[in-house]
Protein backbone atom coordinates (compact mmCIF):
# COMPACT_ATOMS: atom_id res chain seq x y z
CA UNK A 1 0.00 0.00 0.00
CA UNK A 2 1.53 3.44 -1.22
CA UNK A 3 2.13 5.15 2.15
CA UNK A 4 1.39 8.99 0.67
CA UNK A 5 -0.63 10.14 -1.40
CA UNK A 6 -1.43 13.36 -3.12
CA UNK A 7 -4.87 14.70 -4.88
CA UNK A 8 -4.43 16.92 -7.49
CA UNK A 9 -7.37 19.13 -7.92
CA UNK A 10 -9.95 19.94 -5.74
CA UNK A 11 -13.62 20.30 -7.23
CA UNK A 12 -16.52 18.26 -7.72
CA UNK A 13 -14.41 15.03 -8.70
CA UNK A 14 -11.18 15.41 -6.45
CA UNK A 15 -12.44 16.29 -3.21
CA UNK A 16 -14.68 13.25 -2.64
CA UNK A 17 -11.93 11.04 -4.16
CA UNK A 18 -9.48 13.00 -1.37
CA UNK A 19 -12.27 12.64 1.58
CA UNK A 20 -13.16 9.13 0.94
CA UNK A 21 -9.40 8.16 0.41
CA UNK A 22 -8.55 9.66 3.73
CA UNK A 23 -11.16 8.70 5.64
CA UNK A 24 -10.33 4.81 4.52
CA UNK A 25 -6.63 4.60 4.38
CA UNK A 26 -5.66 7.42 7.18
CA UNK A 27 -6.16 5.28 9.94
CA UNK A 28 -3.70 2.55 8.30
CA UNK A 29 -1.00 5.37 8.43
CA UNK A 30 -1.52 6.33 5.11
CA UNK A 31 -1.08 10.06 4.77
CA UNK A 32 -3.47 11.70 2.32
CA UNK A 33 -2.90 15.00 1.09
CA UNK A 34 -5.06 17.50 -1.37
CA UNK A 35 -3.71 19.98 -3.57
CA UNK A 36 -4.93 22.87 -5.39
CA UNK A 37 -4.10 25.59 -7.31
CA UNK A 38 -6.99 27.85 -5.68
CA UNK A 39 -5.72 29.80 -2.16
CA UNK A 40 -9.67 30.70 -2.18
CA UNK A 41 -10.59 26.87 -2.51
CA UNK A 42 -8.16 25.76 0.24
CA UNK A 43 -9.01 28.77 2.79
CA UNK A 44 -12.69 27.38 2.23
CA UNK A 45 -11.88 23.68 2.84
CA UNK A 46 -9.59 24.66 6.08
CA UNK A 47 -12.71 26.42 7.16
CA UNK A 48 -14.44 23.36 7.02
CA UNK A 49 -16.87 24.17 4.25
CA UNK A 50 -17.32 22.95 0.61
CA UNK A 51 -19.18 25.03 -1.54
CA UNK A 52 -19.70 22.76 -4.08
CA UNK A 53 -21.95 20.37 -1.44
CA UNK A 54 -20.47 17.30 -2.62
CA UNK A 55 -19.37 16.95 0.86
CA UNK A 56 -21.01 18.34 3.90
CA UNK A 57 -19.21 20.74 6.70
CA UNK A 58 -19.01 17.60 9.50
CA UNK A 59 -17.73 14.47 7.47
CA UNK A 60 -14.86 17.25 5.50
CA UNK A 61 -13.92 18.54 9.28
CA UNK A 62 -13.75 15.17 10.61
CA UNK A 63 -11.85 12.70 7.86
CA UNK A 64 -8.62 13.54 8.59
CA UNK A 65 -7.56 15.34 4.91
CA UNK A 66 -4.76 17.77 4.66
CA UNK A 67 -5.37 20.42 1.75
CA UNK A 68 -2.88 22.80 0.53
CA UNK A 69 -1.99 25.69 -2.37
CA UNK A 70 1.70 24.68 -1.81
CA UNK A 71 2.92 22.30 -4.57
CA UNK A 72 5.78 21.26 -2.04
CA UNK A 73 2.33 18.90 -0.49
CA UNK A 74 3.45 16.77 -3.59
CA UNK A 75 6.88 16.13 -2.76
CA UNK A 76 7.37 11.97 -1.71
CA UNK A 77 3.99 11.50 -2.83
CA UNK A 78 4.29 7.75 -4.06
CA UNK A 79 0.74 7.94 -5.51
CA UNK A 80 -0.41 11.27 -7.72
CA UNK A 81 -4.08 10.99 -8.70
CA UNK A 82 -4.94 14.00 -10.89
CA UNK A 83 -8.49 15.11 -11.24
CA UNK A 84 -8.49 18.43 -12.76
CA UNK A 85 -10.93 19.00 -15.51
CA UNK A 86 -10.66 18.62 -19.16
CA UNK A 87 -12.88 21.41 -21.09
CA UNK A 88 -13.09 22.16 -25.12
CA UNK A 89 -11.87 25.65 -26.36
CA UNK A 90 -14.25 28.46 -28.06
CA UNK A 91 -13.84 26.29 -31.34
CA UNK A 92 -14.79 23.40 -29.36
CA UNK A 93 -11.64 21.19 -29.50
CA UNK A 94 -10.35 19.59 -26.66
CA UNK A 95 -8.35 21.43 -23.90
CA UNK A 96 -5.93 19.93 -22.06
CA UNK A 97 -3.98 22.97 -20.69
CA UNK A 98 -5.36 22.36 -17.04
CA UNK A 99 -3.59 18.47 -17.45
CA UNK A 100 -0.14 19.93 -18.66
CA UNK A 101 -0.44 22.99 -15.66
CA UNK A 102 -0.46 20.07 -13.66
CA UNK A 103 1.93 18.00 -15.52
CA UNK A 104 3.96 20.90 -15.00
CA UNK A 105 3.31 21.24 -11.50
CA UNK A 106 4.00 17.52 -10.37
CA UNK A 107 6.80 16.91 -12.86
CA UNK A 108 9.70 18.58 -10.83
CA UNK A 109 8.51 17.45 -7.50
CA UNK A 110 7.87 13.69 -8.76
CA UNK A 111 9.39 10.88 -6.73
CA UNK A 112 11.42 8.05 -8.88
CA UNK A 113 9.33 5.03 -8.32
CA UNK A 114 5.75 6.96 -8.36
CA UNK A 115 2.41 5.75 -9.27
CA UNK A 116 0.64 9.32 -11.35
CA UNK A 117 -2.83 7.93 -12.10
CA UNK A 118 -5.09 10.67 -14.05
CA UNK A 119 -8.95 10.41 -13.62
CA UNK A 120 -10.26 13.52 -16.02
CA UNK A 121 -12.13 12.49 -19.21
CA UNK A 122 -9.66 12.51 -22.27
CA UNK A 123 -9.50 10.47 -26.00
CA UNK A 124 -7.86 7.74 -26.05
CA UNK A 125 -3.72 7.92 -25.68
CA UNK A 126 -3.44 11.10 -23.23
CA UNK A 127 -2.42 9.20 -20.59
CA UNK A 128 0.35 7.74 -22.30
CA UNK A 129 1.38 9.58 -25.42
CA UNK A 130 0.65 12.96 -23.87
CA UNK A 131 0.17 13.27 -20.24
CA UNK A 132 3.26 10.87 -19.20
CA UNK A 133 6.22 12.74 -21.70
CA UNK A 134 4.77 15.81 -20.47
CA UNK A 135 5.68 14.53 -16.56
CA UNK A 136 8.98 13.03 -18.09
CA UNK A 137 10.44 16.67 -19.68
CA UNK A 138 9.15 18.36 -16.19
CA UNK A 139 10.76 15.70 -13.48
CA UNK A 140 13.84 14.71 -15.15
CA UNK A 141 12.82 10.75 -14.64
CA UNK A 142 11.95 8.06 -17.78
CA UNK A 143 7.95 6.85 -18.24
CA UNK A 144 7.28 3.12 -17.66
CA UNK A 145 10.92 3.10 -15.91
CA UNK A 146 11.88 5.75 -13.05
CA UNK A 147 7.86 6.21 -12.83
CA UNK A 148 4.42 4.22 -13.74
CA UNK A 149 0.95 5.68 -15.63
CA UNK A 150 -2.67 4.56 -14.08
CA UNK A 151 -6.17 5.78 -15.36
CA UNK A 152 -9.40 5.84 -13.66
CA UNK A 153 -12.09 7.61 -14.90
CA UNK A 154 -14.14 9.03 -12.25
CA UNK A 155 -17.90 9.05 -12.70
CA UNK A 156 -19.25 11.24 -10.16
CA UNK A 157 -22.56 13.05 -10.95
CA UNK A 158 -22.78 16.24 -8.91
CA UNK A 159 -25.81 16.36 -6.69
CA UNK A 160 -26.76 12.85 -6.76
CA UNK A 161 -26.42 11.17 -3.10
CA UNK A 162 -27.39 7.49 -4.05
CA UNK A 163 -24.51 7.07 -7.13
CA UNK A 164 -21.41 8.18 -5.34
CA UNK A 165 -17.42 7.16 -5.58
CA UNK A 166 -18.02 4.56 -3.08
CA UNK A 167 -20.82 2.69 -4.50
CA UNK A 168 -20.28 3.03 -8.25
CA UNK A 169 -18.59 0.43 -9.60
CA UNK A 170 -14.65 2.03 -10.58
CA UNK A 171 -12.51 0.97 -13.91
CA UNK A 172 -8.94 0.98 -13.29
CA UNK A 173 -5.72 0.40 -15.45
CA UNK A 174 -2.32 0.64 -15.72
CA UNK A 175 0.78 0.33 -17.54
CA UNK A 176 2.00 -2.47 -15.75
CA UNK A 177 0.93 -5.30 -13.92
CA UNK A 178 2.91 -3.82 -10.80
CA UNK A 179 0.93 -0.39 -11.22
CA UNK A 180 -2.38 -2.37 -11.51
CA UNK A 181 -1.96 -3.84 -8.00
CA UNK A 182 -1.30 -0.76 -6.56
CA UNK A 183 -4.50 0.81 -7.91
CA UNK A 184 -6.37 -2.35 -6.74
CA UNK A 185 -5.11 -2.28 -3.23
CA UNK A 186 -6.29 1.80 -2.94
CA UNK A 187 -9.19 2.38 -4.92
CA UNK A 188 -10.00 -1.38 -4.02
CA UNK A 189 -10.30 0.32 -0.27
CA UNK A 190 -12.53 3.15 -0.92
CA UNK A 191 -14.63 1.56 -3.38
CA UNK A 192 -17.31 -0.54 -2.26
CA UNK A 193 -19.27 -1.37 -5.28
CA UNK A 194 -16.07 -3.19 -6.98
CA UNK A 195 -13.61 -2.40 -9.71
CA UNK A 196 -13.03 -3.29 -13.38
CA UNK A 197 -9.58 -3.88 -14.52
CA UNK A 198 -9.66 -2.70 -18.26
CA UNK A 199 -6.77 -4.51 -20.26
CA UNK A 200 -5.17 -0.89 -21.15
CA UNK A 201 -5.60 2.37 -20.08
CA UNK A 202 -6.55 3.34 -23.78
CA UNK A 203 -9.46 0.94 -23.62
CA UNK A 204 -10.41 2.76 -19.70
CA UNK A 205 -10.23 5.80 -21.57
CA UNK A 206 -12.42 5.07 -24.33
CA UNK A 207 -14.83 3.82 -22.27
CA UNK A 208 -15.28 6.90 -20.32
CA UNK A 209 -15.35 9.30 -23.19
CA UNK A 210 -18.62 6.75 -24.44
CA UNK A 211 -20.19 7.07 -21.22
CA UNK A 212 -21.07 10.58 -21.74
CA UNK A 213 -21.46 10.48 -25.50
CA UNK A 214 -24.38 7.95 -25.32
CA UNK A 215 -25.80 9.80 -22.87
CA UNK A 216 -25.48 12.89 -24.64
CA UNK A 217 -26.68 11.16 -27.75
CA UNK A 218 -29.78 9.82 -26.14
CA UNK A 219 -31.05 12.96 -24.53
CA UNK A 220 -30.25 14.82 -28.43
CA UNK A 221 -32.78 11.76 -30.00
CA UNK A 222 -35.55 12.53 -27.20
CA UNK A 223 -35.34 16.84 -27.76
CA UNK A 224 -35.28 16.36 -31.46
CA UNK A 225 -38.67 14.35 -31.17
CA UNK A 226 -39.80 16.61 -28.65
CA UNK A 227 -39.23 19.66 -31.50
CA UNK A 228 -40.89 17.71 -33.60
CA UNK A 229 -43.80 16.31 -31.36
CA UNK A 230 -43.94 20.35 -30.72
CA UNK A 231 -45.19 20.66 -34.13
CA UNK A 232 -47.82 17.78 -34.33
CA UNK A 233 -49.32 19.16 -30.88
CA UNK A 234 -48.60 16.13 -28.95
CA UNK A 235 -47.31 16.60 -25.60
CA UNK A 236 -43.46 14.97 -25.49
CA UNK A 237 -44.10 13.62 -21.54
CA UNK A 238 -47.55 11.46 -22.78
CA UNK A 239 -45.95 10.42 -25.80
CA UNK A 240 -43.11 8.91 -23.56
CA UNK A 241 -44.76 7.88 -20.64
CA UNK A 242 -47.36 5.74 -23.28
CA UNK A 243 -43.63 4.55 -25.19
CA UNK A 244 -42.41 3.53 -21.97
CA UNK A 245 -44.42 0.67 -21.00
CA UNK A 246 -42.05 -1.59 -23.41
CA UNK A 247 -39.47 -3.40 -21.44
CA UNK A 248 -36.26 -2.28 -23.53
CA UNK A 249 -37.43 1.66 -24.11
CA UNK A 250 -34.88 3.68 -22.56
CA UNK A 251 -36.08 6.42 -20.26
CA UNK A 252 -34.52 9.42 -21.53
CA UNK A 253 -36.40 12.65 -21.13
CA UNK A 254 -35.28 15.87 -23.05
CA UNK A 255 -33.57 18.98 -21.45
CA UNK A 256 -30.98 21.53 -21.99
CA UNK A 257 -27.54 19.30 -21.78
CA UNK A 258 -24.54 21.53 -19.87
CA UNK A 259 -22.06 20.85 -17.38
CA UNK A 260 -18.56 20.00 -17.54
CA UNK A 261 -19.26 15.95 -18.56
CA UNK A 262 -21.96 15.65 -21.34
CA UNK A 263 -21.79 18.63 -23.45
CA UNK A 264 -18.35 18.34 -23.31
CA UNK A 265 -16.41 15.13 -23.09
CA UNK A 266 -18.07 13.73 -26.68
CA UNK A 267 -15.77 16.31 -28.67
CA UNK A 268 -13.03 14.76 -27.13
CA UNK A 269 -14.07 11.78 -29.08
CA UNK A 270 -14.68 13.62 -32.07
CA UNK A 271 -11.71 15.23 -32.20
CA UNK A 272 -9.67 12.18 -31.73
CA UNK A 273 -11.43 10.61 -34.52
CA UNK A 274 -11.23 13.24 -37.18
CA UNK A 275 -7.06 13.59 -36.69
CA UNK A 276 -7.73 9.90 -37.73
CA UNK A 277 -9.32 11.11 -40.94
CA UNK A 278 -12.96 10.07 -40.06
CA UNK A 279 -15.84 12.05 -39.36
CA UNK A 280 -18.46 11.35 -37.08
CA UNK A 281 -21.67 12.07 -38.21
CA UNK A 282 -24.26 11.09 -35.39
CA UNK A 283 -22.23 12.05 -32.38
CA UNK A 284 -21.63 16.11 -33.82
CA UNK A 285 -25.63 15.85 -35.18
CA UNK A 286 -26.27 14.92 -31.63
CA UNK A 287 -24.75 17.45 -30.06
CA UNK A 288 -25.68 20.01 -32.77
CA UNK A 289 -29.33 19.41 -31.65
CA UNK A 290 -28.38 19.58 -27.65
CA UNK A 291 -26.53 22.78 -28.07
CA UNK A 292 -29.75 24.47 -29.93
CA UNK A 293 -32.28 23.66 -27.64
CA UNK A 294 -31.49 26.97 -25.43
CA UNK A 295 -32.41 29.40 -28.78
CA UNK A 296 -35.33 26.78 -29.51
CA UNK A 297 -36.79 27.33 -25.93
CA UNK A 298 -36.19 31.03 -26.37
CA UNK A 299 -37.81 31.52 -29.53
CA UNK A 300 -40.63 29.06 -28.20
CA UNK A 301 -41.45 31.62 -25.32
CA UNK A 302 -41.45 34.78 -28.23
CA UNK A 303 -44.29 32.94 -30.48
CA UNK A 304 -46.05 32.03 -27.14
CA UNK A 305 -45.97 35.68 -25.93
CA UNK A 306 -46.79 36.86 -29.51
CA UNK A 307 -50.06 34.14 -29.15
CA UNK A 308 -51.14 35.60 -26.16
CA UNK A 309 -51.23 39.39 -28.07
CA UNK A 310 -47.78 40.65 -25.47
CA UNK A 311 -45.28 42.14 -27.66
CA UNK A 312 -41.66 40.41 -26.88
CA UNK A 313 -40.36 43.95 -25.96
CA UNK A 314 -42.83 44.99 -23.77
CA UNK A 315 -42.94 41.78 -22.44
CA UNK A 316 -41.57 41.03 -18.60
CA UNK A 317 -39.97 37.66 -18.61
CA UNK A 318 -38.47 35.47 -15.54
CA UNK A 319 -36.33 32.55 -16.15
CA UNK A 320 -35.89 30.61 -12.62
CA UNK A 321 -32.75 28.38 -12.62
CA UNK A 322 -29.27 29.35 -13.88
CA UNK A 323 -26.97 26.23 -13.10
CA UNK A 324 -26.27 23.56 -15.12
CA UNK A 325 -28.73 20.70 -13.34
CA UNK A 326 -31.04 20.89 -10.58
CA UNK A 327 -30.14 21.29 -7.09
CA UNK A 328 -26.52 21.88 -7.44
CA UNK A 329 -24.66 25.43 -7.49
CA UNK A 330 -22.17 24.63 -10.44
CA UNK A 331 -22.72 26.90 -13.62
CA UNK A 332 -19.98 25.87 -15.70
CA UNK A 333 -21.62 25.53 -19.51
CA UNK A 334 -25.01 26.33 -18.01
CA UNK A 335 -27.14 26.09 -21.47
CA UNK A 336 -29.96 28.93 -19.29
CA UNK A 337 -27.21 31.52 -20.68
CA UNK A 338 -28.42 30.41 -24.57
CA UNK A 339 -31.33 31.18 -23.80
CA UNK A 340 -31.34 34.45 -22.37
CA UNK A 341 -29.07 35.40 -25.39
CA UNK A 342 -31.83 34.34 -27.97
CA UNK A 343 -34.45 36.43 -25.71
CA UNK A 344 -31.90 39.11 -26.02
CA UNK A 345 -31.92 39.00 -29.04
CA UNK A 346 -35.85 39.68 -29.70
CA UNK A 347 -35.64 42.50 -27.29
CA UNK A 348 -36.28 40.61 -23.83
CA UNK A 349 -34.52 41.49 -21.23
CA UNK A 350 -35.28 38.68 -19.06
CA UNK A 351 -35.07 38.24 -15.28
CA UNK A 352 -32.84 35.54 -13.45
CA UNK A 353 -33.08 33.95 -10.30
CA UNK A 354 -31.46 30.73 -8.77
CA UNK A 355 -31.21 30.09 -5.41
CA UNK A 356 -27.84 27.87 -5.51
CA UNK A 357 -26.11 29.69 -7.65
CA UNK A 358 -23.03 32.02 -6.64
CA UNK A 359 -24.35 35.75 -7.86
CA UNK A 360 -20.44 36.59 -8.23
CA UNK A 361 -19.64 33.65 -10.43
CA UNK A 362 -22.68 34.67 -12.66
CA UNK A 363 -21.65 37.92 -13.37
CA UNK A 364 -17.82 36.98 -14.29
CA UNK A 365 -18.57 34.01 -15.85
CA UNK A 366 -21.93 34.91 -17.75
CA UNK A 367 -22.32 39.03 -16.92
CA UNK A 368 -25.71 38.29 -15.60
CA UNK A 369 -26.79 39.94 -12.59
CA UNK A 370 -28.94 37.56 -10.54
CA UNK A 371 -32.23 38.89 -9.47
CA UNK A 372 -33.30 38.34 -5.76
CA UNK A 373 -36.73 36.05 -6.25
CA UNK A 374 -39.19 38.73 -4.80
CA UNK A 375 -38.50 40.77 -7.49
CA UNK A 376 -39.34 38.14 -10.22
CA UNK A 377 -43.31 38.92 -10.28
CA UNK A 378 -46.24 39.95 -12.19
CA UNK A 379 -44.42 38.05 -15.06
CA UNK A 380 -45.58 37.84 -18.32
CA UNK A 381 -43.59 34.73 -18.93
CA UNK A 382 -42.57 32.60 -16.91
CA UNK A 383 -39.45 30.15 -17.93
CA UNK A 384 -38.61 27.09 -15.37
CA UNK A 385 -35.27 26.46 -16.81
CA UNK A 386 -33.65 24.19 -13.59
CA UNK A 387 -36.16 22.40 -11.89
CA UNK A 388 -34.58 23.05 -8.16
CA UNK A 389 -36.07 21.02 -5.70
CA UNK A 390 -36.67 24.43 -3.83
CA UNK A 391 -38.81 25.06 -6.63
CA UNK A 392 -40.64 21.56 -7.26
CA UNK A 393 -41.92 21.53 -3.36
CA UNK A 394 -43.88 25.13 -4.00
CA UNK A 395 -45.90 25.20 -7.32
CA UNK A 396 -47.84 27.36 -6.20
CA UNK A 397 -45.23 30.00 -5.56
CA UNK A 398 -44.26 30.04 -8.86
CA UNK A 399 -47.66 29.91 -10.54
CA UNK A 400 -48.12 32.98 -8.65
CA UNK A 401 -45.22 34.92 -10.30
CA UNK A 402 -47.51 34.82 -13.22
CA UNK A 403 -49.85 37.23 -14.04
CA UNK A 404 -53.32 35.82 -15.10
CA UNK A 405 -53.60 33.90 -18.22
CA UNK A 406 -49.88 34.41 -18.91
CA UNK A 407 -47.19 32.22 -20.05
CA UNK A 408 -45.09 29.22 -17.95
CA UNK A 409 -42.58 27.48 -19.71
CA UNK A 410 -41.29 24.13 -17.79
CA UNK A 411 -38.70 23.04 -19.64
CA UNK A 412 -37.73 19.21 -17.99
CA UNK A 413 -42.03 19.03 -17.94
CA UNK A 414 -41.60 18.92 -13.91
CA UNK A 415 -44.76 20.51 -12.83
CA UNK A 416 -47.99 17.87 -12.94
CA UNK A 417 -50.13 19.98 -15.72
CA UNK A 418 -52.98 18.88 -13.14
CA UNK A 419 -54.41 21.56 -11.01
CA UNK A 420 -52.80 24.65 -13.37
CA UNK A 421 -54.88 27.02 -13.57
CA UNK A 422 -57.29 26.93 -17.14
CA UNK A 423 -56.25 30.65 -17.96
CA UNK A 424 -52.46 29.89 -17.76
CA UNK A 425 -50.80 29.41 -20.96
CA UNK A 426 -48.62 26.34 -20.37
CA UNK A 427 -45.68 24.63 -22.19
CA UNK A 428 -43.26 22.08 -21.97
CA UNK A 429 -40.47 20.28 -24.03
Request: overall charge negative; aromatic content about 4%.
Amino acid sequence: MDRKIAVVGLGYVGLPVAVALAERLAPQGVAVTGFDIAAGRIAQLRAGHDATCEIDDARLTSCGLAVSDDPAVLEGASLIIVTVPTPITDERRPDLTPLQRACETIGPRLSRGALVVFESTVFPGVTEDICGPWLAQHSGLVQGQDFALGYSPERINPGDTVHRLETITKIIAADSPAALARMRAVYGAVVDAGLHEAPSIKVAEAAKVIENTQRDLNIALMNEIALIFDRMGLATRDVLAAAGTKWNFLPFTPGLVGGHCIGVDPFYLTAAAEKLGYRPEVILAGRRINDSMGQAIAQKVVKLLIANDVSPRAARVGVMGLTFKQDVPDIRNSKVPDILAELHAYGIAALVSDPLADPAAAAHEYGITLSPAEDIVQLDALVLAVNHAEYIANPAALIARVRSGGVLVDVKSALAREGLPEELVYWSL
